[in-house]
């Protein structure tokens, strides 16, 4: 069983929104950190955005920031990640990721090794 599960990927014309959801099955990241990755085709894995295990210390990759927010319900043990202002080049394979590490202090850098559970991602598109 795949612990986490993403949805809301889809097709969207430049300059539109999407809000891609994350959700555990089968365990507890109650007390984990959680991430977003995004893979386009031909490029390494990149980091997107992650957030504390208590919905505090977003943190964001610079190609992002001010588009992409980051929030969690931990009662709903869900991640999601509001994307804004798409561009073209935002296309890719979205990953949720879960860390063992509960939360970083405000502006550290996340790594995607600090990631031990992965999702199946979801596709992104966007059209120019």
């Known amino acids: 069983q795949v612990p986490l599960v993403e949805s809301g990927g889809g097709l969207v014309q430049a300059g539109g929104s999407l809000n891609l959801s994350c959700t555990a099955s089968?365990?507890?990241?109650?007390?984990?950190?959680m991430g977003w990755f995004r893979q386009a085709p031909g490029k390494e894995r990149e980091f997107v955005a992650a957030?504390?295990?208590?919905?505090?210390?977003?943190s964001y990759g610079d190609s992002v920031k001010g588009r992409f927010t980051i929030s969690r319900d931990i009662a709903k043990i869900t991640v999601y990640l509001q994307m804004n202002s798409l561009k073209s080049e935002d296309t890719a394979v979205y990953y949720c990721a879960a860390s063992q590490i509960p939360q970083k202090k405000y502006g550290m850098r996340w790594y995607e090794t600090d990631f031990t559970s992965w999702g199946q991602g979801t596709q992104v598109t966007v059209s120019s």
């Open positions: 957030i504390s295990w208590s919905g505090g210390n977003p």
């Open positions: 089968g365990r507890s990241f109650s007390g984990a950190a």
